[in-house]
């Protein structure tokens, strides 16, 4: 993913409420979420190319999303894809700090890369460029191409809107998707230096981002409340039109675990 905002522990109903973006190339492959074949616990959209993902979650309530950390100065050529970061999460029976200590030992083998993991009892953030993870205080946090809450001004905005979208008792789904959808372009003075044209780095801007062959493919929101019942709804965007739009939406009761 690319942008993330969620509420952790914040919220007096669902202690998580998640959405986020994917952004990618248009031609690359992408399966929708759905719980896999060969994972059936697993919930997640798939990555047909590296066989990966950027977002899942298991029917025992554990969830892991990444966004890369994006540094076209520093960054290195990897043989592995980040996205399989999450299935190995989901599947591993151990616990999520041996889990995520393992991923630091590793650190090298990867890109840089952000993610959150963990379950709605204990989340952490974890991210190889300093090699560190820690468990996630309760608020409301976001998380882009940098590291968590770096205020970039997508990540400000969407938090802002964000926590008006969440201010009730039940969340105004639609708002969240509204605000997912945001296409405002900042101004080149308030952007990072990411090692991208400033033109190109402008593009990537918005909240929801539209070139010729790269953009936002999917957004997604995460809900789960007190009694651990899920709410996961995706909406995918054929080459970032909305006018082909399509939606899946899976509700279920976690089993908590560990």
């Known amino acids: 993913m690319c942008l993330i905002v969620f509420s952790y522990k914040n919220h ?4 998580l409420i998640l ?3 994917r952004d990618e190339f248009y031609e690359r492959p992408t399966q929708k979420a759905h719980f896999w074949e060969n994972e059936p616990t697993i919930l997640a ?3 047909l190319k590296a066989g990966g993902t950027w977002l899942g979650l298991s029917k025992r309530g554990t969830l892991a999303a990444l966004t890369n950390y994006r540094d076209f100065k520093t960054a290195r050529e990897s043989h592995q894809s980040r996205g399989i970061l999450i299935p190995r999460f989901l ?5 999520p700090e041996s889990t995520l200590q393992r991923f630091l030992q590793q650190r090298e083998d990867f890109d840089g890369y952000n993610l959150l993991a963990g379950s709605v009892s204990r989340l952490y953030y974890l991210t190889n460029i300093r090699g560190i993870y820690h468990p996630i205080e309760p608020g409301i946090h976001g998380l ?4 968590l809450d770096t205020p970039w001004p997508k990540v400000e905005h969407a938090k802002a809107m964000f926590r008006e979208s969440i201010s009730s008792e039940e969340p105004d789904k639609e708002a969240i998707f509204r605000m997912l959808k945001n296409d405002k372009k900042y101004p080149a003075a308030h952007l990072p230096d990411t090692g991208l044209s400033p033109e190109m780095e402008r593009a990537v801007s918005p909240l929801f981002i539209r070139t010729s062959d790269y953009g936002t493919r999917c957004s997604t929101l995460l809900m789960v409340d007190t009694n651990h019942n899920v709410t996961f709804i995706e909406r995918t965007y054929p080459s970032g039109r909305e006018e082909n739009m399509s939606e899946v939406r899976y509700e279920f009761k976690a089993e908590p675990g560990e």
């Open 19 to 21: 959405a986020g973006n």
């Open 144 to 147: 882009s191409n940098a590291f």
């Open 91 to 95: 599947t591993n029976d151990e616990n």
């Open 12 to 15: 007096p109903r669902y202690p």
């Open 45 to 47: 959209g798939k990555d």
